[in-house]
């Protein structure tokens, strides 16, 4: 009997490490990659989950994400000529010029993503055939759950550096010209990094996605995202209770 209640304790206290170490492993959410592949039937309750648990964050918050209205078709202007690339015409004019302005400096932006349906999120996000038919690059170009996208908006663009394109919606484009520019003239023309290092929303860093914030419109839309206070700490990744 002694023996027996011994297994027990060794058991129970074998389930709590373990636990722990699965905690500690669950993937970081990321903005635009791999929550893809893990979270996609788990959204809604490790969502609820999480957000419950962070008083910052308000009740409509999925991941971390923010919900979004999709831009009607007819405030869309296209980027690029087969026209696979479009923005609020207020964004779009913008990034014209930046895109000028940045081939004046020799820098040679490629544009990777713009404003996506809550459908086409759907479909990238759900559906797990086309996920492996899909080149990784596009498969990373998925950043939240359909609905709380910022691309849903016709405000949000990745961007990538045409002369490196292997660092296309990856963390290693922060080394590129073209995101070094971005960080310098960016702002001039009203867009702004909407996941930096740490950001508050917990997302994770995201170099190449750019949002519009240069007119009244879409400063109303992202009010909320950019007003997260922003002293709060990274997400946690172990439960508050086992938190030094
Ligand atoms: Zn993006």
Redesign the pocket.
């Known amino acids: 009997m002694a023996r027996f209640g011994l297994w027990m304790v060794v058991g129970v206290l074998l389930a709590l490490l373990l636990g722990g170490i699965t905690t500690m492993l669950l993937p970081r959410l990321t903005?635009?990659s791999s929550i893809v592949d893990s979270a996609s039937s788990t959204i809604e309750a490790s969502g609820a989950e999480t957000d419950a648990d962070d008083p910052a964050l308000p009740d409509d918050v999925l991941l971390g994400h923010f919900p979004y209205d999709e831009a009607l078709d007819s405030t869309l202007e296209p980027l690029t000529a087969d026209g696979s690339i479009r923005l609020r015409e207020s964004a779009a004019e913008r990034m014209i010029e930046l895109l000028e302005a940045a081939r004046r400096d020799n820098i040679q932006l490629e544009l990777l993503?713009g404003f996506r349906s809550v459908e086409d999120q759907t479909t990238i996000f759900f559906d797990r055939k086309a996920e492996r038919r899909q080149r990784a690059v596009e498969r990373a170009?998925v950043?939240a759950p359909p609905g709380y996208?910022?691309?849903h908006t016709g405000y949000?663009?990745?961007v990538g550096d045409a002369r490196e394109p292997d660092t296309h919606l990856i963390e290693a484009f922060e080394d590129t010209d073209a995101f070094e520019w971005m960080e310098e003239n960016a702002a001039r023309f009203g867009f702004e990094l909407?996941f930096p290092r740490n950001n508050p929303q917990g997302v994770s860093y995201?170099p190449?996605?750019w949002r519009f914030v240069g007119d009244r419109h879409s400063l109303e839309t992202f009010y909320k995202s950019r007003n997260i206070r922003p002293e709060l700490p990274d997400r946690p990744l172990v439960p508050p209770s086992e938190r030094p």
Request: hydrophobic share 20%; aromatic share 6%.
């Open positions: 903005g635009d993503s170009s950043s996208s910022e691309h949000a663009i990745d909407s995201e190449w996605h």
